[in-house]
Every structure is written in C-alpha cells, then in structure tokens.
C-alpha cells in the first residue's frame, strides 16, 4: 500500500482491508481498514485511540460511532484509507439487541436513571406486529438528546447532563427490515437499517407506539455493509499480536 495509491468514492474497500487471515504484525500499513468489535464499556473515541497507538499511524478514523454501553462492528481506517469513511458510513447497518418494557430513562438506554414506569401487561402479539409493521420503511425520527449530535457547535449529550435544554431535528431514516421476538416485558430485536438511525429512539418510539415505555438493554452491532463482526479483531488480541 504506497502513499502515492488515490481514493475516490468507486474505490475498493476490500482490497485495503486488513483481516486475520492477511494480517502482518511485522507490516503494518499506513493505509489500512480494520474490522474491530467494539467492547461494552468503551467510547469510540477511546478504541481509536487504542489503535492508532498501536498502529502508529498518523491518521485514524471511524466510520460509525457506537455507544459507550453498545458494542460490536466498528470498521476503523488508517492514512489515506480515512477519506472512504464517508464511504462506508453511507453502508446500511445491522443491530440486534433486547428491548426492556416496564420503565423508561431519559436517555433510553442504561446510561441515566429510571424516570418513569409503564403498564405492558395490555399488549397484545397482533399490536407488537402492527406496530412492526409501522417502523418498517421510511421513518422520521429525533435522534435521542444524550447523543454525540450537535448542536450549535456543542454535543447534545453534554448539554442534556448539564440540565439545559436541546433542540434536535427530526430526520428521515430507512428500516429496511425490523424483526422481534420474546415474551414481554423483554423483546429481542433485529434492525437492519440506514446511516443515521438510532436504536434507542427506535425502542422509546416502538414502546409509545404500544402506549407504553421501554428502553434499550443491550445493543449490538453485527453488520456495516458487507463487514459482518464474524471478521473482527478483538481490540486486546490485536494489541497481543502486534506485540509478539
């Protein structure tokens, strides 16, 4: 991979992509794309931080965050590799996870406290597939105020514990295919869905749908595109490897 290699928005993602099977502890490039599964506990930022410590490299991005508390597929790029990540982020995504009904936090997930309890005892099979139903395609959502957004220049999620409060528009997403499953008050879920999605607003929009209050327990990225987490370098053996 020499410096001099061009990128456009037609390149091969796959030819610069470092996996298990290809990979070299003795040469690592300077323009590489990595597949790592994020663990539970760390920020995005921290993991590429990690990376980029260990790669030496002197450019490294993500294309995609993931929640501190989620965990799963982060495809991380190195050098040159950094202008395909507008690339990849255009890639669908699949998640799946577990929906909790019964309460409700201002973040919809684990992050903040309980803020409110809900009845779910009147749902009914037939409303949860209804209500599918309705999430399925073309979706307007908010994106949850404890999130990386920002506004006017400061991050959403800072405002939101700072007490203050935050406007955030509305977006067109597409959920091309939403499934559940699993005896309520916990629903496990498969999302596959388009950049710019929020799971979490998907959960405290599909409970309301339901007239009642759920939030996310657990979230998991499995897919970005063609990437599938199978593929994935776990972030502490990637350290082991290099080092040996």
């Known amino acids: 991979m020499e410096d001099s290699v061009k990128f456009d928005k037609f390149s091969d993602i796959s030819s610069y992509l470092v996996s298990k099977e290809n990979f070299n502890a003795a040469q690592i490039p300077e323009n590489a794309i990595y597949l790592f599964d994020k663990p539970e506990g760390w920020s995005s930022f921290k993991l590429v931080k990690r990376i980029k410590y260990i ?21 991380v790029c190195t ?6 990540i507008e690339q990849i982020q255009n890639m669908y995504k699949v998640y799946t996870g577990l929906f909790n009904f019964g309460k409700t936090t201002p973040s919809f997930d684990l992050e903040t406290p309980f803020d409110m309890d809900y009845e779910y005892e009147h749902i009914l099979e037939d409303d949860i597939y209804k209500a599918v139903l309705g999430f399925t395609g073309e979706v307007i959502q908010t994106p949850p105020i404890y999130s990386a957004i920002k506004v006017n220049g400061t991050r959403a999620y800072k405002m939101a514990r700072q007490g203050e409060t ?10 091309y295919s939403f499934q559940v499953d699993g005896v309520l008050p916990s629903l496990n879920f498969k999302v596959n869905c388009s950049k710019g999605t929020y799971i979490r607003t998907l959960a405290h929009d599909f409970a309301k749908e339901l007239k009642s209050g759920c939030y996310l327990t657990e979230l998991r990225r499995t897919q970005i595109g063609d990437f599938n987490i199978d593929n994935a370098f776990d972030i502490n053996e990637f350290q082991r490897i290099t080092e040996l």
């Open 79 to 84: 050098g040159k590799c950094t202008k395909m």
């Open 166 to 175: 935050v406007d955030i528009k509305s977006r067109q997403i597409n959920i």
């Open 55 to 75: 790669t030496k490299s002197k450019r490294v991005g993500h294309a995609g965050t993931l929640d501190p508390l989620a965990t799963g597929l982060m495809i």
